[in-house]
């Protein structure tokens, strides 16, 4: 079946040869790449990385994406790769969103800042491949040895100058013959680069700004039906009693049906289903029905429950401790000062402008999916459980997404429209509500911090504690409510302590932009500034003294290693950049962090004025670390000024906050998200460093919220310890440090 979006005539073949009308058609298979190395080593079998190139006789370059399009760029910078190696004229390549094949293409997912560490040397390998290819073309039709011959974009040529032939005219040519091993293949200095490290536009921004469809939300069908599917206020709660005569009665609605589902979250929950020859007939059957839920364990949950349980696990010992070194209670007990400081952060929502969506079509056994997927594969074994089919009989297209941060990760849309269709024997779109989306996400979860510090006489950091109250039980962590046991200043600190106690929850929580982090950078960062303050020492300096010489703590190529010398860089470009330790007027201050996530080190420096109350963010100066290479320099700096917009906005005024077991908010009004009036300008430098290019779609979040109310401090006086800030300006002046 074919959807109506995106030129659906233009389609990638999934083999190696000539293509249509002559061309070239290149598919190279990568194998002991990036994950198909590491999972043939762990003897779970190779997955290879491949890549599909297609070069027409008229020199136009086809390239596919592999990963999912979320507004990150990388269905731009991932093309880019191939299309230096391959070298060619960057306006000469079209780029196409490739299917969703794991045999074919290998991970295919976008999460985790990971997109760009992973296909970093394997995208380059496929355009070095298929450049050696053209080159053994032309030297077959010359007669000559290969080795004589170069490219210039476009073009293969002798080296003397005197001869050279287009890739269409050898695209046919090279399509017969057997590809090199590109392990074998030079790649290019990154001194010729032309098209890398290059600012590039998004792919699709022309499409976007006229509006054409290219969404989830967007997707048509022969025969589609519309949607909804209304669930429990209480999560995973049961039907106990519906009337479905009055939504049957709306002209135009042809099915309402009550689901059972089943128990896991991120799986098919009960609910009532309306399925209708439009969206609006849809959605006014819905809203005719008159449900009652059934009781549920987790009905008498609350936030304020979560908050008061917290202080009560903080006045006991913790369940565990998850890292010591050292003796941090002889440490604090001999301290010249002992800092103390209770910091709490609430449950967030991805709150993505598209609403989950996604249009499905069952029949004869198998299914057809359109999704704005995060995780496509994990979504086919979804489905395939659910309905009771062969993965192999489920066939997913990727479409753009409206926004990701982690909450399409996880598809239970996917698996509510695929049951839907084969309920109903018709294609389907099922289109959330906004209410929908913000009461029924996967939250990034709340979190409880007690934290203890100790200065020797000099100022100098001896002792750190946390203690974070999270959710689980017994030894398992709520999903995305883990810690590690060595966040900075870990390595730094000669005693130093890492404690948890967890609580039970019945709310999904799932990941949200930077994991762990966006809040982690926060309460590290802020606690960090009170220290600092406590010492007597610039802020500053206290974290240039903290990460002392350069030098790797922990082990290489793990997770949670960290290099001093290279967040020392960026904290002091931070620094430079936004004219630190200047003068300032009274009400204005500047408040400085800096944290290490998703392989990239970012340091934050805001600018604030607060009169009356009112706060103002005037700007955000931001410097990262993520590598030798940025490759796309234009995408680059949207990612890092849209996370620091994002972790301002979020530290402003928004929390999801629980009342008998269900999210109360339900829309943008009280859920608010940053304007642009309040957006301030963020002035974004990037520092190379000899690493290994990373993501940046999440390394550049976790220090904003703490920069943020550090600045606020040094304007007013006044520490913010619970997020969101929201009104806490307007109740009186600083409050005394928790210094003793």
């Not at 369940?319 to 709490?344: I, P």
């Not at 429209?417 to 959330?432: E, Q, R």
């Not at 009461?439 to 709340?446: E, N």
């Not at 809040?519 to 610039?538: L, N, R, S």
């Amino acid at each position: 079946m074919t959807a109506i979006l995106e030129n659906p005539a233009r389609r990638l073949f999934l083999k190696t040869g000539a293509a249509v009308g002559g061309g070239l058609l290149l598919s190279f298979s990568l194998t002991g790449l990036g994950h198909a190395q590491d999972e043939a080593a762990s003897g779970v079998g190779a997955n290879p990385f491949n890549a599909f190139v297609r070069i027409a006789p008229d020199g136009v370059v086809t390239i596919a994406a592999k990963r999912p399009e979320i507004g990150q760029g990388i269905k731009t910078s991932m093309p880019m790769l191939i299309a230096e190696e391959l070298d060619v004229d960057w306006s000469a390549v079209r780029i196409e969103q490739a299917p969703v094949d794991a045999k074919v293409f290998g991970e295919q997912s976008a999460g985790g800042s990971t997109s760009t560490p992973d296909d970093w040397e394997p995208m380059r390998q496929v355009g070095a491949v298929g450049r050696a290819l053209l080159i053994q073309a032309a030297a077959q039709r010359w007669n000559v040895p290969a080795a004589g011959l170069a490219t210039e974009p476009g073009f293969v040529v002798d080296k003397a100058g005197k001869r050279r032939l287009s890739y269409g005219e050898l695209a046919q040519a090279a399509a017969g013959l057997a590809a090199p091993d590109p392990k074998t293949l030079v790649l290019k200095d990154p001194k010729a680069y032309r098209i890398i490290g290059k600012p590039q536009p998004q792919s699709d921004t022309a499409a976007i700004v006229v509006g054409k469809p290219l969404y989830g939300i967007d997707v048509r069908v022969p025969g589609m039906l519309y949607a909804t599917f209304l669930k429990a206020p209480v999560f995973a709660a049961k039907v106990a009693k519906v009337d479905l005569t009055p939504a049957k009665a709306v002209k135009g609605v042809r099915h309402a049906f009550v689901v059972d589902g089943g128990t896991e979250l991120e799986g098919l929950l009960a609910g009532v289903v309306v399925v209708a020859e439009s969206w609006w007939a849809a959605r006014k059957g819905r809203n005719a029905l008159e449900v009652t839920w059934a009781d549920h364990p987790t009905s008498a949950q609350s936030s304020a429950g979560f908050v008061a349980k917290a202080a009560e696990l903080h006045g006991q010992p913790p369940h565990r401790n998850l890292k010591t070194v050292g003796d941090v209670d002889a440490a604090l007990k001999s301290a010249a000062k002992v800092v103390r400081a209770d910091y709490s952060y609430p449950f967030n929502a991805h709150a993505t402008l598209e609403p989950q969506n996604c249009t499905a079509s069952f029949k004869d056994g198998k299914v057809e999916i359109w999704a704005p997927a995060q995780n496509p594969e994990d979504g086919r074994e979804l489905v395939a459980k659910t309905l009771g089919i062969r993965p192999e009989d489920i066939t997913i297209h990727f479409t753009r997404s409206g926004g990701g941060f982690g909450r399409r990760l996880m598809n239970d849309f996917m698996v509510e429209a695929a049951w839907i269709s084969k309920t109903v024997g018709a294609p389907v779109k099922l289109l959330w509500t906004r209410e929908d989306d913000m009461q029924h996400d996967f939250y990034r979860p709340a979190g409880f911090h007690r934290l203890t510090a100790g200065l020797d006489a000099q100022g100098g950091l001896t002792a750190w504690r946390n203690h974070f109250v999270t959710f689980g039980e017994g030894q398992k962590f709520a999903r995305a409510a883990n810690i590690g046991g060595t966040q900075f200043p870990y390595g730094a600190v000669e005693n130093y302590a890492q404690d948890v106690s967890v609580m039970p929850l019945g709310v999904p929580t799932g990941w949200l932009r930077a994991p762990g982090n966006n809040a982690y950078g926060y309460v590290y960062q802020g606690f960090t500034d009170e220290v600092a303050h406590a010492a007597g020492v610039d802020p500053v300096e206290f974290r240039r003294r903290l990460l002392g010489e350069p030098r790797l703590i922990g082990e290489p190529g793990k997770g949670d290693s960290f290099h001093t010398g290279r967040m020392r860089a960026v904290l002091d470009r931070a620094a430079e950049a936004s004219g630190w330790g200047r003068k300032t007027p009274k009400g204005v201050g500047l408040g400085v962090a800096c944290h290490y996530s998703h392989r990239g080190y970012v340091a934050v420096v805001v600018e604030v004025a607060v009169a009356d109350g009112s706060l103002t963010v005037r700007k955000a100066w931001a410097a990262a670390d993520v590598g030798r290479q940025i490759v796309n320099p234009n995408g680059a700096e949207q990612q890092v000024q849209g996370s620091v917009l994002d972790g301002i906005g979020s530290a402003l005024g928004q929390a999801i906050t629980i009342e008998n077991g269900a999210v109360v908010q339900s829309n943008f009004g009280d859920f608010p998200m940053l304007r642009l009036a309040d957006a301030p300008e963020v002035e974004v430098h990037f520092v190379t460093s000899d690493n290994p290019p990373t993501g940046l779609g999440e390394p550049a979040l976790p220090p904003a919220p703490a920069a943020l109310v550090n600045a606020i401090f040094a304007a007013t006086g006044k520490r913010i310890r619970t997020l969101p800030i929201g009104d806490q300006l307007a109740s009186g002046p600083g409050v005394p440090q928790g210094a003793a």
